[in-house]
């Protein structure tokens, strides 16, 4: 399985340096709009995004954090 990696961009950068194991990219899609939503109900919508990057291909896609379900 491949490893997936969370960085926050925001006010403040936080580099996932461990990444989690996900069967795909759609997977690690939830994982991400799931993260974000969390962090909004907790923190409220702030500007930067969630980029998730592939240990095999590099970045895929990112999540805003203004993002809700």
Same mark, same amino acid.
């Given at each position: 399985?491949?490893?997936?990696?969370?960085?926050?961009?925001?006010?403040?950068?936080?580099?996932?340096?461990?990444?989690?194991?996900? +069967?795909?990219?759609?997977?690690?899609?939830?994982?991400?709009?799931?993260?974000?939503? &969390?962090?909004?109900? $907790?923190?409220?919508?702030? +500007?930067?995004?969630?980029?998730?990057?592939?240990?095999?291909?590099?970045?895929?896609? &990112?999540?805003?954090? $203004?993002?809700?379900?």
């Amino acid at each position: 399985m491949p490893r997936f990696f969370f960085h926050i961009i925001a006010e403040n950068t936080f580099l996932d340096d461990e990444g989690t194991s996900f +069967k795909d990219d759609q997977e690690a899609m939830l994982h991400a709009r799931q993260l974000a939503s &969390e962090m909004v109900r $907790s923190i409220g919508a702030v +500007k930067g995004a969630i980029v998730v990057e592939n240990e095999d291909s590099g970045g895929l896609f &990112e999540v805003p954090l $203004s993002w809700s379900n």
